[in-house]
Protein backbone atom coordinates (compact mmCIF):
# COMPACT_ATOMS: atom_id res chain seq x y z
CA UNK A 1 0.00 0.00 0.00
CA UNK A 2 2.91 2.40 0.51
CA UNK A 3 4.43 1.50 -2.62
CA UNK A 4 1.55 2.43 -4.33
CA UNK A 5 1.18 5.91 -2.57
CA UNK A 6 4.55 6.23 -3.26
CA UNK A 7 3.83 5.30 -6.64
CA UNK A 8 1.22 7.82 -7.14
CA UNK A 9 2.85 10.76 -5.50
CA UNK A 10 6.08 10.33 -7.98
CA UNK A 11 3.78 9.90 -11.05
CA UNK A 12 1.50 12.35 -10.08
CA UNK A 13 2.47 14.95 -12.66
CA UNK A 14 2.18 12.47 -15.35
CA UNK A 15 -1.39 10.71 -14.16
CA UNK A 16 -3.15 13.78 -14.18
CA UNK A 17 -1.53 14.55 -17.49
CA UNK A 18 -2.69 11.02 -19.01
CA UNK A 19 -6.21 11.30 -17.46
CA UNK A 20 -6.41 15.09 -19.28
CA UNK A 21 -5.10 13.61 -22.56
CA UNK A 22 -7.76 10.45 -22.10
CA UNK A 23 -10.80 12.74 -21.29
CA UNK A 24 -9.66 15.22 -24.75
CA UNK A 25 -8.61 12.09 -26.88
CA UNK A 26 -11.95 9.94 -25.84
CA UNK A 27 -13.99 13.42 -26.48
CA UNK A 28 -12.11 13.62 -30.33
CA UNK A 29 -12.30 9.76 -31.26
CA UNK A 30 -15.95 9.79 -30.02
CA UNK A 31 -17.00 12.47 -31.76
CA UNK A 32 -15.58 11.40 -34.90
CA UNK A 33 -17.93 8.83 -35.67
CA UNK A 34 -21.29 9.58 -33.72
CA UNK A 35 -22.49 12.66 -32.23
CA UNK A 36 -23.42 12.08 -28.64
CA UNK A 37 -23.26 15.15 -26.66
CA UNK A 38 -24.69 18.46 -28.03
CA UNK A 39 -23.25 20.78 -25.44
CA UNK A 40 -19.55 20.47 -26.15
CA UNK A 41 -19.99 21.69 -30.13
CA UNK A 42 -21.30 24.99 -30.99
CA UNK A 43 -24.80 23.75 -31.02
CA UNK A 44 -25.03 25.12 -27.04
CA UNK A 45 -27.01 28.13 -26.02
CA UNK A 46 -23.28 30.21 -25.30
CA UNK A 47 -21.48 29.59 -28.00
CA UNK A 48 -24.38 30.21 -30.96
CA UNK A 49 -24.85 33.37 -28.93
CA UNK A 50 -21.42 34.77 -29.30
CA UNK A 51 -21.06 33.36 -33.00
CA UNK A 52 -24.60 34.76 -34.21
CA UNK A 53 -22.69 38.18 -32.86
CA UNK A 54 -19.54 37.26 -34.90
CA UNK A 55 -21.98 36.54 -37.83
CA UNK A 56 -23.66 39.34 -37.64
CA UNK A 57 -20.71 41.77 -37.98
CA UNK A 58 -18.83 39.04 -40.62
CA UNK A 59 -21.64 38.42 -42.83
CA UNK A 60 -21.26 41.74 -44.63
CA UNK A 61 -18.10 41.36 -45.80
CA UNK A 62 -19.07 39.45 -48.75
CA UNK A 63 -22.29 40.65 -49.46
CA UNK A 64 -22.54 42.08 -52.75
CA UNK A 65 -20.84 38.91 -54.24
CA UNK A 66 -23.74 37.22 -52.73
CA UNK A 67 -26.37 39.42 -53.63
CA UNK A 68 -25.29 39.26 -57.54
CA UNK A 69 -25.14 35.51 -56.79
CA UNK A 70 -28.84 35.18 -55.25
CA UNK A 71 -29.67 37.69 -58.23
CA UNK A 72 -28.07 35.62 -61.16
CA UNK A 73 -29.91 32.30 -59.77
CA UNK A 74 -33.92 34.32 -59.62
CA UNK A 75 -32.78 35.27 -63.26
CA UNK A 76 -32.12 31.43 -63.74
CA UNK A 77 -35.33 30.52 -62.31
CA UNK A 78 -37.09 32.97 -63.59
CA UNK A 79 -36.09 32.46 -67.33
CA UNK A 80 -37.80 28.35 -66.59
CA UNK A 81 -41.02 29.80 -65.40
CA UNK A 82 -43.68 28.62 -68.26
CA UNK A 83 -45.70 32.13 -67.78
CA UNK A 84 -42.71 33.77 -68.60
CA UNK A 85 -41.99 31.74 -71.74
CA UNK A 86 -43.35 32.67 -74.80
CA UNK A 87 -46.01 30.06 -76.30
CA UNK A 88 -44.68 28.97 -79.65
CA UNK A 89 -47.63 26.17 -80.01
CA UNK A 90 -50.52 27.04 -78.64
CA UNK A 91 -53.14 24.95 -77.91
CA UNK A 92 -51.30 21.43 -79.23
CA UNK A 93 -49.98 20.30 -75.65
CA UNK A 94 -51.00 20.98 -72.41
CA UNK A 95 -48.70 19.89 -69.02
CA UNK A 96 -50.40 17.26 -67.29
CA UNK A 97 -49.59 18.54 -63.90
CA UNK A 98 -50.65 15.07 -62.33
CA UNK A 99 -47.91 13.71 -64.16
CA UNK A 100 -45.27 15.55 -61.77
CA UNK A 101 -45.10 15.44 -58.40
CA UNK A 102 -43.23 17.73 -55.78
CA UNK A 103 -40.95 15.00 -54.54
CA UNK A 104 -38.32 17.64 -52.71
CA UNK A 105 -38.64 20.68 -50.58
CA UNK A 106 -36.33 22.78 -49.78
CA UNK A 107 -35.57 24.88 -46.16
CA UNK A 108 -33.46 27.85 -46.98
CA UNK A 109 -30.42 28.55 -44.51
CA UNK A 110 -27.36 30.97 -43.49
CA UNK A 111 -24.06 29.59 -42.68
CA UNK A 112 -23.01 31.42 -39.12
CA UNK A 113 -19.64 29.09 -38.87
CA UNK A 114 -17.67 27.56 -41.08
CA UNK A 115 -13.81 26.35 -42.02
CA UNK A 116 -12.41 25.22 -43.92
CA UNK A 117 -8.88 24.14 -43.22
CA UNK A 118 -8.94 21.57 -40.74
CA UNK A 119 -8.89 17.04 -41.73
CA UNK A 120 -12.89 17.52 -40.92
CA UNK A 121 -15.02 20.53 -41.26
CA UNK A 122 -18.32 21.37 -40.24
CA UNK A 123 -20.84 24.31 -40.28
CA UNK A 124 -23.27 25.57 -38.49
CA UNK A 125 -26.33 26.47 -39.80
CA UNK A 126 -29.15 29.04 -38.35
CA UNK A 127 -31.80 26.70 -38.62
CA UNK A 128 -32.95 23.19 -36.18
CA UNK A 129 -35.70 20.88 -35.49
CA UNK A 130 -38.24 23.79 -35.32
CA UNK A 131 -37.72 24.06 -39.28
CA UNK A 132 -38.27 20.33 -39.55
CA UNK A 133 -34.18 19.27 -39.62
CA UNK A 134 -33.42 16.00 -39.09
CA UNK A 135 -30.34 13.71 -39.10
CA UNK A 136 -29.05 12.63 -42.38
CA UNK A 137 -30.84 15.67 -44.46
CA UNK A 138 -28.81 16.88 -47.57
CA UNK A 139 -27.67 20.69 -47.91
CA UNK A 140 -26.54 22.63 -51.02
CA UNK A 141 -26.48 25.80 -52.38
CA UNK A 142 -26.91 27.12 -55.76
CA UNK A 143 -23.87 26.21 -57.12
CA UNK A 144 -23.53 22.49 -56.21
CA UNK A 145 -23.64 19.98 -53.02
CA UNK A 146 -22.34 21.57 -49.57
CA UNK A 147 -22.85 18.40 -47.16
CA UNK A 148 -25.21 16.04 -45.08
CA UNK A 149 -26.93 17.25 -41.51
CA UNK A 150 -24.88 15.66 -38.66
CA UNK A 151 -27.12 16.83 -35.72
CA UNK A 152 -29.76 19.15 -35.38
CA UNK A 153 -30.58 20.97 -31.74
CA UNK A 154 -33.79 23.05 -31.84
CA UNK A 155 -32.79 25.95 -33.51
CA UNK A 156 -29.16 25.21 -34.96
CA UNK A 157 -27.66 22.02 -36.85
CA UNK A 158 -23.76 20.96 -37.83
CA UNK A 159 -23.49 20.31 -40.98
CA UNK A 160 -20.93 17.28 -42.23
CA UNK A 161 -19.62 19.18 -45.47
CA UNK A 162 -17.83 17.27 -48.33
CA UNK A 163 -14.68 18.64 -46.47
CA UNK A 164 -14.85 16.11 -44.60
CA UNK A 165 -12.80 12.33 -44.50
CA UNK A 166 -15.93 9.98 -44.64
CA UNK A 167 -18.34 12.11 -46.33
CA UNK A 168 -19.23 8.88 -48.75
CA UNK A 169 -21.73 10.88 -51.46
CA UNK A 170 -22.54 8.75 -54.26
CA UNK A 171 -21.82 10.77 -57.49
CA UNK A 172 -21.61 10.31 -61.16
CA UNK A 173 -19.23 11.24 -63.62
CA UNK A 174 -21.22 12.24 -66.53
CA UNK A 175 -20.26 10.82 -69.24
CA UNK A 176 -21.23 10.54 -73.38
CA UNK A 177 -22.51 7.19 -73.52
CA UNK A 178 -23.28 6.71 -69.89
CA UNK A 179 -22.46 7.88 -66.54
CA UNK A 180 -19.83 5.88 -63.43
CA UNK A 181 -21.11 6.09 -60.27
CA UNK A 182 -18.10 6.30 -57.09
CA UNK A 183 -17.85 7.75 -53.83
CA UNK A 184 -17.19 11.21 -53.44
CA UNK A 185 -14.17 11.49 -50.44
CA UNK A 186 -11.93 14.41 -49.23
CA UNK A 187 -8.19 13.93 -48.62
CA UNK A 188 -8.11 16.98 -46.51
CA UNK A 189 -5.80 19.23 -48.48
CA UNK A 190 -6.89 21.84 -50.71
CA UNK A 191 -10.97 23.18 -50.12
CA UNK A 192 -11.33 23.40 -54.32
CA UNK A 193 -10.37 19.75 -54.61
CA UNK A 194 -12.02 16.47 -53.81
CA UNK A 195 -11.85 13.05 -55.04
CA UNK A 196 -13.78 9.89 -56.17
CA UNK A 197 -13.38 6.17 -55.57
CA UNK A 198 -14.46 2.93 -56.55
CA UNK A 199 -14.50 4.06 -60.54
CA UNK A 200 -13.17 1.39 -62.65
CA UNK A 201 -10.48 2.14 -65.24
CA UNK A 202 -11.98 0.23 -68.47
CA UNK A 203 -13.31 3.31 -69.74
CA UNK A 204 -11.26 6.45 -70.64
CA UNK A 205 -12.73 9.73 -68.36
CA UNK A 206 -12.40 13.01 -70.22
CA UNK A 207 -10.73 15.94 -68.16
CA UNK A 208 -13.64 18.23 -67.25
CA UNK A 209 -16.59 16.11 -67.38
CA UNK A 210 -19.41 16.97 -65.24
CA UNK A 211 -19.45 15.45 -61.89
CA UNK A 212 -23.26 15.11 -60.36
CA UNK A 213 -25.02 13.77 -57.41
CA UNK A 214 -26.55 10.38 -58.18
CA UNK A 215 -29.57 10.32 -55.94
CA UNK A 216 -29.47 6.89 -54.94
CA UNK A 217 -29.92 7.27 -51.41
CA UNK A 218 -32.77 9.69 -51.10
CA UNK A 219 -30.68 12.59 -49.44
CA UNK A 220 -29.72 14.54 -52.50
CA UNK A 221 -31.75 14.71 -55.92
CA UNK A 222 -30.38 13.61 -59.03
CA UNK A 223 -28.14 15.90 -61.08
CA UNK A 224 -26.81 18.36 -58.26
CA UNK A 225 -23.43 19.83 -59.06
CA UNK A 226 -20.73 18.47 -57.59
CA UNK A 227 -17.40 19.21 -59.77
CA UNK A 228 -15.45 18.60 -62.89
CA UNK A 229 -12.71 16.01 -63.24
CA UNK A 230 -9.34 18.06 -63.28
CA UNK A 231 -6.79 15.15 -62.96
CA UNK A 232 -6.95 11.24 -63.52
CA UNK A 233 -4.23 8.47 -62.75
CA UNK A 234 -4.11 4.64 -62.91
CA UNK A 235 -4.35 3.47 -59.71
CA UNK A 236 -1.05 0.93 -59.42
CA UNK A 237 -2.31 -2.89 -58.57
CA UNK A 238 -6.02 -2.51 -58.91
CA UNK A 239 -8.37 -1.71 -61.87
CA UNK A 240 -9.64 1.67 -60.49
CA UNK A 241 -8.98 5.11 -61.42
CA UNK A 242 -7.37 7.96 -59.39
CA UNK A 243 -10.15 10.83 -60.06
CA UNK A 244 -9.70 14.20 -58.39
CA UNK A 245 -12.33 16.54 -59.30
CA UNK A 246 -12.38 20.75 -58.87
CA UNK A 247 -15.76 21.07 -56.57
CA UNK A 248 -18.38 23.35 -58.06
CA UNK A 249 -18.71 25.41 -54.65
CA UNK A 250 -16.17 27.60 -52.86
CA UNK A 251 -16.75 26.38 -49.54
CA UNK A 252 -14.07 29.67 -48.66
CA UNK A 253 -17.14 31.95 -48.80
CA UNK A 254 -20.46 30.15 -48.46
CA UNK A 255 -22.87 31.60 -46.75
CA UNK A 256 -26.65 30.97 -48.22
CA UNK A 257 -27.64 27.43 -48.53
CA UNK A 258 -31.21 25.40 -48.97
CA UNK A 259 -31.24 22.34 -46.82
CA UNK A 260 -33.53 19.46 -48.29
CA UNK A 261 -36.54 17.35 -47.10
CA UNK A 262 -36.91 14.37 -49.52
CA UNK A 263 -41.11 13.61 -48.94
CA UNK A 264 -40.77 9.77 -49.97
CA UNK A 265 -37.54 9.10 -48.27
CA UNK A 266 -39.52 7.53 -45.17
CA UNK A 267 -41.08 5.09 -48.14
CA UNK A 268 -37.61 4.77 -50.19
CA UNK A 269 -36.09 3.18 -46.81
CA UNK A 270 -39.25 1.33 -45.38
CA UNK A 271 -39.42 -0.38 -49.17
CA UNK A 272 -35.31 -0.89 -49.01
CA UNK A 273 -35.57 -2.67 -45.69
CA UNK A 274 -37.79 -5.61 -47.20
CA UNK A 275 -34.33 -6.71 -49.10
CA UNK A 276 -33.80 -9.64 -47.40
CA UNK A 277 -30.71 -10.42 -45.89
CA UNK A 278 -28.28 -12.89 -46.67
CA UNK A 279 -26.90 -13.96 -43.24
CA UNK B 1 -3.73 40.10 -6.66
CA UNK B 2 -3.49 42.29 -10.18
CA UNK B 3 -1.50 40.02 -11.45
CA UNK B 4 -3.91 36.97 -11.44
CA UNK B 5 -6.89 39.28 -12.87
CA UNK B 6 -4.46 40.31 -16.00
CA UNK B 7 -3.66 36.53 -16.74
CA UNK B 8 -8.05 35.94 -16.36
CA UNK B 9 -8.41 38.84 -18.96
CA UNK B 10 -6.02 37.75 -21.48
CA UNK B 11 -7.07 34.03 -20.76
CA UNK B 12 -10.37 35.31 -22.68
CA UNK B 13 -8.91 37.97 -25.08
CA UNK B 14 -6.84 35.14 -26.33
CA UNK B 15 -9.50 32.27 -26.26
CA UNK B 16 -11.33 34.90 -28.64
CA UNK B 17 -9.30 35.73 -30.96
CA UNK B 18 -8.20 32.06 -31.77
CA UNK B 19 -11.60 31.21 -31.95
CA UNK B 20 -13.45 33.89 -33.86
CA UNK B 21 -10.65 35.79 -35.84
CA UNK B 22 -7.53 33.27 -36.14
CA UNK B 23 -9.46 30.13 -36.48
CA UNK B 24 -11.97 31.55 -38.96
CA UNK B 25 -9.01 33.10 -41.29
CA UNK B 26 -8.10 30.75 -44.05
CA UNK B 27 -5.06 31.32 -45.44
CA UNK B 28 -4.31 28.07 -47.53
CA UNK B 29 -0.88 26.41 -48.17
CA UNK B 30 -2.03 24.82 -44.37
CA UNK B 31 -1.39 27.34 -42.27
CA UNK B 32 -2.99 27.53 -39.40
CA UNK B 33 -2.51 30.55 -36.82
CA UNK B 34 -2.32 29.76 -33.28
CA UNK B 35 -2.32 32.27 -30.75
CA UNK B 36 -3.25 30.06 -27.57
CA UNK B 37 -0.08 28.47 -27.19
CA UNK B 38 1.16 32.29 -25.82
CA UNK B 39 -1.12 32.11 -23.38
CA UNK B 40 0.57 29.24 -21.50
CA UNK B 41 3.97 30.20 -22.13
CA UNK B 42 3.26 33.85 -20.53
CA UNK B 43 1.59 32.12 -17.42
CA UNK B 44 3.90 32.89 -14.30
CA UNK B 45 7.01 31.19 -13.61
CA UNK B 46 6.09 29.45 -10.06
CA UNK B 47 2.75 27.96 -11.42
CA UNK B 48 3.25 24.54 -10.81
CA UNK B 49 2.42 22.06 -13.94
CA UNK B 50 -0.93 20.90 -12.41
CA UNK B 51 -2.51 24.02 -12.20
CA UNK B 52 -1.08 24.72 -15.48
CA UNK B 53 -3.03 21.86 -16.98
CA UNK B 54 -5.78 22.88 -15.92
CA UNK B 55 -5.74 25.99 -16.99
CA UNK B 56 -4.63 24.47 -20.51
CA UNK B 57 -7.26 22.10 -20.56
CA UNK B 58 -10.35 24.95 -19.84
CA UNK B 59 -8.84 27.08 -22.46
CA UNK B 60 -8.46 23.99 -25.18
CA UNK B 61 -12.01 23.00 -23.77
CA UNK B 62 -13.46 26.43 -24.81
CA UNK B 63 -11.65 26.73 -28.29
CA UNK B 64 -12.87 23.59 -29.21
CA UNK B 65 -16.95 24.24 -28.81
CA UNK B 66 -16.18 26.93 -30.76
CA UNK B 67 -14.82 25.83 -33.55
CA UNK B 68 -15.76 21.98 -33.46
CA UNK B 69 -12.70 20.62 -32.96
CA UNK B 70 -13.70 18.03 -30.32
CA UNK B 71 -11.13 18.05 -28.16
CA UNK B 72 -7.85 18.71 -30.75
CA UNK B 73 -7.33 21.86 -29.06
CA UNK B 74 -7.49 20.32 -25.70
CA UNK B 75 -5.51 17.79 -26.14
CA UNK B 76 -2.51 19.75 -27.79
CA UNK B 77 -2.72 22.13 -24.75
CA UNK B 78 -2.26 19.83 -22.12
CA UNK B 79 0.18 18.30 -23.63
CA UNK B 80 2.13 21.82 -24.30
CA UNK B 81 1.48 22.25 -20.04
CA UNK B 82 3.18 18.90 -19.19
CA UNK B 83 6.12 20.01 -21.71
CA UNK B 84 6.54 23.71 -20.58
CA UNK B 85 8.27 23.23 -17.27
CA UNK B 86 10.76 20.60 -18.50
CA UNK B 87 11.65 22.58 -21.47
CA UNK B 88 12.01 25.37 -18.86
CA UNK B 89 14.17 23.82 -16.84
CA UNK B 90 16.38 22.82 -19.49
CA UNK B 91 17.19 25.88 -20.34
CA UNK B 92 16.48 27.96 -17.48
CA UNK B 93 19.25 29.50 -15.55
CA UNK B 94 21.62 27.27 -12.92
CA UNK B 95 20.13 28.74 -9.60
CA UNK B 96 16.53 28.63 -10.74
CA UNK B 97 14.20 31.49 -12.50
CA UNK B 98 13.50 34.75 -10.53
CA UNK B 99 10.52 34.33 -9.39
CA UNK B 100 9.81 38.62 -9.88
CA UNK B 101 9.88 38.03 -13.63
CA UNK B 102 7.72 36.96 -16.18
CA UNK B 103 8.75 34.30 -19.02
CA UNK B 104 8.26 37.19 -21.79
CA UNK B 105 10.87 38.33 -23.95
CA UNK B 106 11.30 41.38 -22.46
CA UNK B 107 11.95 39.96 -19.20
CA UNK B 108 13.51 36.75 -20.02
CA UNK B 109 15.83 38.38 -23.30
CA UNK B 110 14.05 37.54 -26.64
CA UNK B 111 16.82 35.12 -27.46
CA UNK B 112 15.49 33.04 -24.41
CA UNK B 113 12.16 33.10 -25.63
CA UNK B 114 12.22 32.27 -29.05
CA UNK B 115 14.36 29.12 -28.59
CA UNK B 116 12.09 27.87 -25.48
CA UNK B 117 8.99 28.76 -27.81
CA UNK B 118 9.94 27.86 -30.77
CA UNK B 119 10.47 24.00 -29.28
CA UNK B 120 7.20 24.41 -27.14
CA UNK B 121 4.95 25.29 -30.46
CA UNK B 122 6.65 23.22 -32.54
CA UNK B 123 6.00 20.00 -30.27
CA UNK B 124 2.43 21.48 -30.20
CA UNK B 125 1.95 21.87 -33.68
CA UNK B 126 3.05 18.90 -33.91
CA UNK B 127 0.63 16.95 -31.87
CA UNK B 128 -2.09 19.08 -33.28
CA UNK B 129 -1.86 18.00 -36.75
CA UNK B 130 -0.70 14.64 -36.46
CA UNK B 131 -3.99 14.09 -34.02
CA UNK B 132 -5.79 16.07 -36.79
CA UNK B 133 -4.68 14.65 -39.65
CA UNK B 134 -4.32 10.67 -38.17
CA UNK B 135 -2.55 8.85 -41.22
CA UNK B 136 0.89 8.01 -41.45
CA UNK B 137 0.83 7.61 -45.06
CA UNK B 138 0.34 11.57 -45.13
CA UNK B 139 3.41 12.36 -42.68
CA UNK B 140 4.82 14.86 -45.64
CA UNK B 141 1.68 16.88 -44.94
CA UNK B 142 1.67 16.51 -41.67
CA UNK B 143 5.26 17.84 -41.39
CA UNK B 144 4.21 20.81 -43.65
CA UNK B 145 1.53 21.92 -42.19
CA UNK B 146 3.48 21.91 -38.80
CA UNK B 147 6.40 23.79 -40.26
CA UNK B 148 4.65 26.90 -42.36
CA UNK B 149 1.72 26.84 -39.46
CA UNK B 150 4.50 26.77 -36.76
CA UNK B 151 6.91 29.33 -38.23
CA UNK B 152 3.83 32.46 -38.66
CA UNK B 153 2.84 31.25 -35.46
CA UNK B 154 5.92 32.17 -34.23
CA UNK B 155 6.43 35.34 -35.96
CA UNK B 156 2.66 36.20 -34.82
CA UNK B 157 3.16 35.71 -31.02
CA UNK B 158 6.77 37.98 -31.25
CA UNK B 159 4.46 40.47 -32.99
CA UNK B 160 2.26 40.20 -29.83
CA UNK B 161 4.98 40.05 -27.58
CA UNK B 162 6.32 43.47 -28.85
CA UNK B 163 2.30 44.77 -28.64
CA UNK B 164 2.25 43.47 -24.70
CA UNK B 165 5.62 44.84 -24.23
CA UNK B 166 5.08 48.53 -25.43
CA UNK B 167 1.60 48.48 -24.04
CA UNK B 168 3.85 48.25 -20.63
CA UNK B 169 6.22 51.44 -21.39
CA UNK B 170 3.47 53.36 -21.73
CA UNK B 171 3.04 53.03 -18.05
Known sequence: MRNLIAFLQRFRIFLVFAVLQILALSWYVTYLSFPRNQFLTTNNDIAIQILEWEHDLTKHFNLSKNNTQ??????????????????LSRNKFKIDDTLYQQQYTYIPAEVINSSVSRRNNYFTLNVGTAQGIKRGMGVFCHEGVVGVIHYASEHYSLVKTVLTEDINIDVNIHMKKSDLPGLLIWDGRDPRYGMITGINNDLRIKKWSKVETRGGSGIFPKGLPVGKVSYTEPIEGQALWKVEIRLAVDYRRLQRVYVIKNIHLAEQTALEARIPNED | MTNIYKHIIRFVIFTFLQALVFNQLNI?????????????????????????????????????????????????????????????KFYGPREGYDPLKEPTAHDMGSGWFSIVYAILLGLHAFWFFLLEIFEIGRFGFILQKTILSGAFSFLLALLMQSFILNSKQKK
Do not use: C
Open chain 1, 70 to 87: LQWENIYWRKRQPKFMYQ
Open chain 2, 28 to 88: GFGIHLMIQPLFIMLLPFELTVIPLMGVAFLMGFFIDIFSNTFGLYTSSLVLLAYLRPIVF
